[in-house]
């Protein structure tokens, strides 16, 4: 008997004023777009806000949420809402050294793993912001961590990645080798025609299409899977990633 789930993701771009803009008038969309397409877990990355993770929490409470927040702000800026209800999980933080830019010092990339039995079977969904690097030099950081958190998933079961890896399709090609099936398909997730490319802090950044954000699976049993990427209403600088799978377990 087939057995659903379905994953949305999105990095939310919620920065404190003034470094991202309509932050509630966003927020209500994107709870919007949630509610409409009714996934079974959301992964959602840069909430820093622990008022944007309290009006999160409120407006989904049929999930159970897991984020890294402290009595300040929100460490990692990770989110993640679960109907099924999870056997366990884990937060980590990737490693830094003094070739990060001083932010990551606060606002620590990491990621959650969160760990569900699905019909018996052992599933991890993994939810990570991998660094965003502002140089050629500096990819090579956002590359260590990628190897850095496959090193620390688990080696057998079921395993779903879902986030922002800020690696180009070419890059992550090569550095993946067939391990996960992508999910998702070749659309760029950020988008030059995306009006919020150029809000505040980002009209100081490139502007050009590309694919960083990604769903990926690793098991033994393969899924069928249908996936969109949802580009109305502009909700942020990236598009959110939707995706249904059925497993013949």
Not at 150 to 161: E, R
């Amino acid at each position: 008997m087939p057995t659903p789930l379905s994953i949305l993701n999105l990095n939310c771009w919620l920065f404190p004023p003034p470094l991202s803009s309509d932050c509630e008038a966003r927020l209500t969309n994107i709870i919007k777009i949630i509610n409409e397409h009714g996934p079974d877990i959301i992964t959602l990355q840069e909430i820093w806000s622990n008022k944007h993770l309290r009006y999160l929490k409120d407006e989904l409470s049929d999930y159970t949420a897991l984020s890294s927040g402290s009595m300040i702000y929100n460490r990692s800026g990770l989110v993640t809402f679960t109907k099924p209800r999870p056997a366990s999980s884990k937060i980590g933080f990737f490693k830094l050294s003094i070739k990060h830019n001083p932010t990551e010092w606060f606002l620590h990339r990491g990621y959650i793993k969160v760990d569900l039995k699905l019909n018996n079977h052992d599933f991890s969904i993994i939810n990570t912001h991998l660094y965003a690097p502002f140089s050629t030099r500096a990819k090579a950081i956002t590359e260590h961590q990628f190897e850095e958190l496959i090193k620390n998933i688990p080696s057998s079961g079921s395993v779903l990645i879902s986030g922002d890896l800020n690696i180009d399709e070419q890059k992550f090609a090569k550095m993946n080798q067939d391990k996960f099936l992508r999910l998702c398909d070749s659309q760029p997730t950020s988008d030059a025609k995306n009006p919020y490319s150029y809000g505040r802090f980002n009209r100081l950044m490139s502007h050009e299409n590309k694919k960083i954000d990604y769903m990926l699976f690793r098991g033994k049993i393969l899924p069928k899977s249908e996936y969109q990427l949802i580009q109305a209403p502009f909700v942020s600088d990236h598009y959110p990633m939707f995706c249904r799978l059925n497993f013949e377990f």
